[in-house]
T-cell receptor, first 116, second 112 residues
């Protein structure tokens, strides 16, 4: 148990639709990141939020967007879904005392998205 | 840009045998390094992390990893494999932000 919860666990969407994935961080954590893990691949960094501000973004198009709320929970939104968006989406949280690194990062169980 | 290479996408060992999973990083500045394990249809569980306090890092479930700067390596080992160790293992590097850069993973099979 990492204390990071994600919903929904599985969902199926049609190409062109929009999806919202949700994440509840471990209590007290102020940093949340989202990763995409395609089948047979390692997770790829999408973006990160630190105290409600975007704090880094990976090589993903603008149709991938996110939010972090005052309670540090987070959403990942994907617009205009494509077949290649089918993947496991992982949320991760940590407590950053500043914008330094080396902190332990805890992952949720993920949301499996299938685009048909 | 930072990168992580895991040598061997599949490793198969017998129960009771040594487990060795290889990881090399590419960075001019030694990053923080992590090993995560992923069981089927689950998220990532942290096994251990290196943050420069000690080069030999002990983790959960009997795993340990040694940081070797001269070889830019952070290989994961376990003296005696157990059936429950069968899973996919990911090495990851972090430097300068909370972003993790992952390797492609190594699937470990443990044979009875």
């Amino acid at each position: 148990e990492t204390g990071v919860t994600q919903s929904p666990t599985h969902l199926i969407k049609t190409r062109g639709q929009q999806v919202t994935l949700r994440c509840s961080s471990q209590s007290g954590h102020n940093t949340v990141s989202w990763y995409q893990q395609a089948l047979g691949q390692g997770p790829q960094f999408i973006f990160q939020y630190y105290r409600e501000e975007e704090n880094g973004r990976g090589n993903f198009p603008p149709r991938f967007s996110g939010l972090q709320f005052p309670n540090y929970s987070s959403e990942l939104n994907v617009n205009a879904l494509e077949l290649d968006d089918s993947a496991l989406y992982l949320c991760a949280s940590s407590l950053a005392s500043s914008r330094s690194s080396g902190n332990t990062i805890y992952f949720g169980e993920g949301s499996w998205l299938t685009v048909v | 840009a930072q990168s992580v290479t895991q040598l061997g996408s599949h490793v198969s060992v017998s129960e009771g045998a040594l487990v060795l999973l290889r990881c090399n990083y590419s960075s001019s500045v030694p990053p923080y390094l992590f090993w995560y394990v992923q069981y089927p249809n689950q998220g990532l569980q942290l096994l251990l992390k290196y943050t420069s306090a000690a080069t030999l890092v002990k983790g959960i479930n009997g795993f340990e990893a040694e940081f070797k700067k001269s070889e830019t390596s952070f290989h994961l080992t376990k003296p005696s494999a157990h059936m429950s160790d069968a899973a996919e293992y990911f090495c990851a590097a972090q430097g300068g932000s909370e972003k993790l850069v992952f390797g492609k993973g190594t699937k470990l099979t443990v044979n009875p």
